[in-house]
């Protein structure tokens, strides 16, 4: 994950082969011992918690990361190195969009009956966010940073957009910023606690659960479809994933213009009507944010077609581990589809090169779909039975460990934010999945 607005570590472009090989080693101990733990739960209320490897995996690589200073230098992954896994982090994203694509276009069914529900659960994404967050951050005396914190849940499409109309210095810009490092740093194992807890109870239809886990962020929605399937039956995950997927696409591509024109307008004048009414907590208002002020995120580099290659063996990796640890698949099977996986990536990026100004994930999700609906092209058949095999959660331990690598470097931004602009991001970010399942449970 990246911030449009960082700052590129120079040291990140001079980590040398050895620094490289020793993240990659690392990373794959680290979802080892993640596959290795396995899942477990615990009962909270009436509901109950479910812990996968995806979040061990998280916990661990974030807690090696900043523990960098105390460990051998053999074992450090430095400031420079979790830059460098943030990068890792979203070249190794595109595989897991190839897998969700290739999900959607073989359940297509799946996806056509979902019907209505997909299309106006996008509502519930777009506003689920400020119905829950803006109330709470002007009952806790948070001002103008209330609009850049709770319009949307601050991913980087949405960074542009407040960049665009404020400026990253003014308080929404301050307000979307922390809202985006509190997603980076938390996101993930907040909503992966949040959806397996709501999915506990039994309350919604699990495919109103799989729409709302589709929020426009690739981490984010691996954790919560994680913890929504781990509850399921093993027949469901395909259809559940398929849904996810689509959701996810939906609200990363249309979810940018909804943003854009209604829920941040709505929000701004939602903020004028409310806060003379909700704000009278403002001589309480710490200045929360406004350390914030021209604080830039380290940015994940921009990567080399080798690191680019360094992504793909370590997500194949990773895959392979989880894979053979946990769902009992020989590693070769893995491997073979993974190469597949790998081979649609390669050539997607070719056809990109016609298409420059179309966003690489949305070109790779839309091929990745059509090359995966069974009999429709001579290869998707054989494609379809190499992928097979390669299990959604897989997937997820490999991407959340480099998630947890890359924010460990945002740790001292995320102390200046102050406990009431955490709160309320991590509120907004609930809004979009509840508000999301609420719609579409509807429709169920």
């Not at 472009?13 to 979802?31: G, I, M």
């Not at 896994?85 to 994203?93: I, V």
């Amino acid at each position: 994950m990246t911030s449009a607005t960082a700052a590129l570590a120079p040291e990140a472009l001079d980590s040398t082969a050895r620094d490289k090989l020793k993240l990659v080693v690392v990373a794959l101990v680290v979802v080892t011992i993640a596959e290795l733990i396995g899942s477990a739960q615990f009962k909270l209320g009436p509901g109950k918690v479910v812990l996968l490897p995806m979040l061990w995996a998280l916990l661990l690589a974030a807690a090696w990361g900043i523990a960098a200073r105390r460990t051998p230098s053999a074992l450090r992954i430095h400031t420079g190195l979790q830059s460098y896994a943030g990068g890792l982090l979203n070249a190794g994203l595109l595989l897991f969009i190839v897998k969700l694509g290739l999900t959607v276009g073989s359940a297509l069914p799946y996806v056509r009956q979902a019907g209505w529900a997909l299309v106006f659960q996008e509502f519930g994404h777009a506003f689920g966010t400020l119905a829950l967050g803006l109330p709470l951050a002007l009952l806790l005396g948070i001002k103008r940073e209330a609009v850049g914190a709770t319009f949307s849940v601050g991913r980087e499409g949405n960074l542009a957009i407040i960049g665009e109309k404020y400026g990253m210095a003014s308080a929404e810009g301050r307000g979307v910023l922390a809202e985006y490092i509190t997603g980076t740093v938390l996101g993930a194992l907040f909503i992966a606690v949040l959806a397996g807890f709501v999915t506990s109870l039994g309350i919604f239809d699990p495919r109103s659960l799989a729409m709302g886990a589709g929020v426009g962020s690739g981490s984010l929605m691996a954790a919560a479809i994680g913890a929504i399937s781990a509850q399921q039956p093993p027949e469901m995950v395909k259809q559940l994933t398929a849904i996810a997927a689509a959701s996810n696409l939906l609200t990363t591509v249309v979810g940018f213009y909804f943003t854009l024109f209604l829920s941040l307008p709505l929000c701004s004048w939602l903020y004028g009507k409310l806060e003379p009414v909700l704000g009278r907590f403002s001589k309480r208002q710490a200045a929360d944010t406004a350390s914030l002020a021209g604080v830039a995120g380290v940015a994940a580099p921009e990567l080399r077609l080798a690191d680019n290659l360094v992504a793909c063996v370590l997500m194949a990796g990773g895959v392979m581990i989880g894979n053979l640890l946990s769902f009992k698949v020989p590693m070769l099977q893995s491997l073979a589809g993974m190469l597949a996986v790998i081979a649609v990536v390669l050539a997607v990026g070719l056809v990109k090169r016609l298409l420059p100004r179309m966003p690489m994930v949305l070109v790779l999700s839309l091929v990745a779909t059509v090359v995966g609906i069974p009999g429709l092209l001579p290869f998707s058949d054989a494609l379809i039975a190499l992928t097979a095999k390669l299990n959604f959660l897989a997937f997820t331990t490999p991407v959340l460990a480099l998630a947890g690598f890359s924010v460990a470097k945002d740790l001292p931004m995320f102390r200046q934010l102050g406990w009431r602009i955490v709160v309320v991001s991590l509120t907004a970010t609930a809004g979009t999945f509840l508000g999301a399942t609420l719609i579409a449970e509807f429709f169920h």
